[in-house]
């Protein structure tokens, strides 16, 4: 009886003692990170380097082509003009959407 009992007491005052002295991370001040960027730089930041990642400009593509086109992206999909599915004309002759071409028709 006294063999559990005393199992018991270590298990507990194992945990009480990891608790207790247990410190949490040192917390760091996300703040700087918005401070001195604009909206603006961000985004471009951000285009700069799925350019670079991309190496777009290894296939030709130009920046500011491909800064419009991001731009222009996200646009849409913020004014939720952008769909996810294509949607096809009604006045297609074709019922099997795999003959469609990219446009639609």
Known sequence: ??????????????????????????????????????ARALLEKYISNIYESAHLQESGLAYNVFDKAVTGFMNLKASNKFHKQVQYSPLSTSANPATKNACGL
Request: hydrophobic share 40%.
């Open 1 to 38: 009886m006294r063999k559990p009992l005393g199992g018991l007491v270590s298990i507990l005052l194992i945990l009480a003692v990891t608790t207790i002295s247990w410190k949490s991370g040192k917390i760091t001040n996300h703040n700087n990170f918005k401070s001195g960027f604009s």
